[in-house]
């Protein structure tokens, strides 16, 4: 990457970091939220979909600003966890926890499709041959869902890869430690000359995106395919 | 007593509340469909809740709405074949199998699994996945799967019903295999007369909810009164013996001393066969038949007649081999003078005894 200067090949490898672990640590509440959704009629459904569609619908400056009020060193949440060493304020943990949480609605949305085309049927043959709930997860259901999950992931790794306003809002823009990929690209445009550097982060998000836009259609292709069982 | 049933559940369109005590062997739950066969199935299968019950397999309970005991569907001990067979797709027919064993416990009666993939002739396929299977092949499976999971208790829900004639032909023998070596209980469900002809031990006959008889399949199949599928399920249930098989294609029966002729059958001469001669394929004569084409005459003593709702009835003959019933006009019973007491006979044509009304091996009970 030798045509990257040293301060665009570090705002790549932050959004890197940044999503890979905003994907991986969310990616298990997603699954549950996902089956809690599509199998689970409970009072409050509605309004849990609701709030994990809040961040898709939400201007994301308002979702950063809400972080902040939440997880900065004033707020309720960041004093409590700031005790025990946790920081999300203006460190690259809280860009993860931005984009993980911009990114969550993507991440259930493909997941609950591919748990509502798995026939509960099959779910209920496990259960009378002898598997608890957990295994039956384990063995029937999460087979079948592997594709839409990893579909899911792809995605909302590159939600994360591209998110912007909440995360600005949120722990700011500091190279190095929150300074991601779109960041850059508008620090870039804010100083004179910059241009050229923002076009190469440009077409790198654009390869980015459009690999895993690819990639996740051609999983959840094979969704369909595999709960057919072929 | 190996299977005990009391049930009370509202369903939308029926009020189910029934009980029964089953012997081991094949309990066949018969009715029509929406007369509450599944429900009773699920619920012992723990899959649905019902308002109050209890259910108990030798003497294990399920579930006691009484003393507020539930247990979950996985702690049932149940093989549970259901009527699209429900394999998992995404695990080889082996893995499917064996599915089952991961859960039982240490200590349970096992089957052997090659006897149980002998038996199914199911070995040739243990490496494929159910999507490449035939509808017999998988419901084959399904059988071996539930067996496998070292039940207490056997749940079939309609196994055979999405399966075409010649299909069906071919797994019902399994199931008589199953009962015959295999000492597990087993629940079926079913709305054909020719499955409860060749497979019940006991019949529990279900209308609208209710249990209105319960019996061997050759008390429930003769009372028109109960027959859940309609007037055609109404016939006789006859053991008889296989002494010879002809030339010209037709095995001779030995039905109490008479001969019956059909179209050739496989089963070996000396086995012991049930038979379902259907009511309405059999004719009367009050004069013994000459100058007929059919070649099965069985005759007797009218026991009962039973008028129907219609212009029909039906004639109940008390024969050497067994009773066995015509469903005649009450106009032919007129013409005919019929009247209990009175010598009669009865013609079969050959061909109106169709091989699925002809069941394997019967155990001796």
């Known amino acids: 990457?030798?045509?990257?200067?040293?301060?665009?090949?570090?705002?790549?490898?932050?959004?890197?970091?940044?999503?890979?672990?905003?994907?991986?640590?969310?990616?298990?509440?997603?699954?549950?939220?996902?089956?809690?959704?599509?199998?689970?009629?409970?009072?409050?459904?509605?309004?849990?979909?609701?709030?994990?569609?809040?961040?898709?619908?939400?201007?994301?400056?308002?979702?950063?600003?809400?972080?902040?009020?939440?997880?900065?060193?004033?707020?309720?949440?960041?004093?409590?966890?700031?005790?025990?060493?946790?920081?999300?304020?203006?460190?690259?943990?809280?860009?993860?926890?931005?984009?993980?949480?911009?990114?969550?609605?993507?991440?259930?949305?493909?997941?609950?499709?591919?748990?509502?085309?798995?026939?509960?049927?099959?779910?209920?043959?496990?259960?009378?041959?002898?598997?608890?709930?957990?295994?039956?997860?384990?063995?029937?259901?999460?087979?079948?869902?592997?594709?839409?999950?990893?579909?899911?992931?792809?995605?909302?790794?590159?939600?994360?890869?591209?998110?912007?306003?909440?995360?600005?809002?949120?722990?700011?823009n500091i190279p190095g430690q929150t300074q991601t990929l779109p960041s850059a690209v508008y620090a870039f445009l804010q100083v004179p000359g910059g241009e050229a550097a923002a076009t190469r982060l440009v077409v790198i998000s654009i390869i980015i995106a459009m690999g895993a836009l690819l990639l996740s259609e051609f999983i959840g292709r094979r969704v369909a395919a595999r709960v057919a069982g072929s | 007593m190996s299977l005990s049933v009391r049930l009370q559940h509202d369903l939308p369109h029926i009020k189910l509340d029934l009980s029964f005590d089953a012997p081991s062997g094949v309990t066949v739950l018969f009715g029509r469909s929406g007369s509450g066969k599944t429900t009773v199935v699920n619920a012992v299968a723990g899959l649905l809740k019902p308002a109050s019950g209890r259910v108990s397999v030798d003497g294990w309970e399920l579930f006691d709405t009484e003393q507020g005991l539930w247990?979950?569907?996985?702690?049932?001990?149940?093989?549970?074949?259901?009527?699209?067979?429900?394999?998992?797709?995404?695990?080889?027919?082996?893995?499917?199998?064996?599915?089952?064993?991961?859960?039982?416990?240490?200590?349970a009666r096992r089957e052997n699994p090659d006897k149980v993939i002998e038996m199914l002739g199911i070995g040739h396929l243990l490496d494929r996945r159910p999507a490449g299977l035939s509808g017999g092949?998988?419901?084959?499976?399904?059988?071996?799967?539930?067996?496998?999971?070292?039940?207490?208790?056997?749940?079939?829900?309609?196994?055979?019903?999405?399966?075409?004639?010649?299909?069906?032909?071919?797994?019902?023998?399994?199931?008589e295999r199953l009962r015959d070596e295999v000492s597990v209980p087993i629940l079926y469900v079913t709305h054909s007369?020719?499955?409860?002809?060749?497979?019940?031990?006991?019949?529990?006959?279900?209308?609208?909810g209710k249990a209105v008889r319960h019996g061997p399949a050759?008390?429930?199949?003769?009372?028109?009164?109960?027959?859940?599928?309609?007037?055609?399920?109404?016939?006789?249930?006859?053991?008889?013996?296989?002494?010879k098989h002809h030339a010209d294609g037709l095995t001779e029966l030995d039905a109490g001393g008479t001969s019956l002729f059909l179209p050739r059958i496989p089963h070996k001469i000396g086995e012991t066969l049930r038979i379902r001669i259907p009511a309405q394929e059999v004719i009367l004569s009050n004069k013994p038949p000459e100058g007929l084409s059919a070649l099965n005459v069985l005759s007797g003593t009218v026991d009962t007649i039973r008028a129907g709702d219609g212009p029909g009835a039906i004639v109940s003959l008390q024969t050497t081999a067994g009773p066995v019933l015509a469903r005649i006009t009450r106009r032919s019973v007129d013409a005919l003078g019929l009247q209990t007491g009175m010598q009669c006979y009865a013609v079969i044509k050959t061909v109106a005894l169709a091989p699925h009304d002809v069941g394997g091996r019967v155990n001796q009970s």
């Open chain 2, 218 to 243: 050759s008390e429930v199949l003769a009372d028109p009164s109960v027959a859940p599928a309609g007037i055609r399920a109404v016939g006789a249930v006859l053991q008889v013996r296989v002494s």
């Open chain 2, 137 to 175: 092949e998988k419901q084959r499976v399904a059988i071996g799967r539930a067996l496998l999971a070292s039940p207490r208790l056997i749940l079939a829900d309609e196994p055979l019903a999405a399966l075409d004639d010649a299909r069906k032909g071919e797994i019902l023998p399994y199931f």
């Open chain 2, 71 to 107: 247990l979950p569907p996985y702690k049932r001990r149940l093989g549970y074949v259901f009527q699209e067979g429900r394999l998992f797709p995404h695990l080889t027919v082996r893995q499917n199998l064996s599915y089952g064993r991961w859960f039982a416990p240490k200590g």
């Open chain 1, 1 to 172: 990457m030798g045509w990257l200067g040293p301060d665009e090949l570090e705002a790549l490898r932050l959004s890197l970091r940044v999503s890979f672990w905003a994907t991986l640590v969310t990616l298990p509440f997603g699954i549950f939220v996902a089956y809690a959704l599509a199998r689970w009629r409970f009072p409050g459904r509605q309004v849990l979909n609701g709030l994990v569609h809040l961040p898709l619908i939400l201007p994301p400056v308002v979702t950063g600003y809400l972080l902040l009020l939440t997880f900065g060193l004033q707020g309720p949440l960041g004093r409590v966890l700031a005790e025990v060493g946790i920081v999300f304020a203006f460190r690259w943990t809280g860009a993860a926890l931005a984009a993980g949480i911009m990114a969550f609605p993507l991440m259930v949305r493909a997941i609950r499709l591919s748990i509502e085309a798995v026939d509960p049927k099959l779910e209920q043959a496990g259960a009378t041959l002898g598997a608890p709930r957990l295994m039956v997860f384990a063995t029937v259901t999460l087979p079948m869902i592997l594709p839409g999950v990893i579909a899911g992931a792809i995605l909302a790794f590159a939600k994360a890869m591209g998110e912007f306003g909440a995360t600005i809002t949120f722990v700011s």
């Open chain 2, 193 to 208: 007369a020719a499955e409860v002809a060749r497979l019940a031990t006991s019949v529990v006959a279900l209308q609208d």
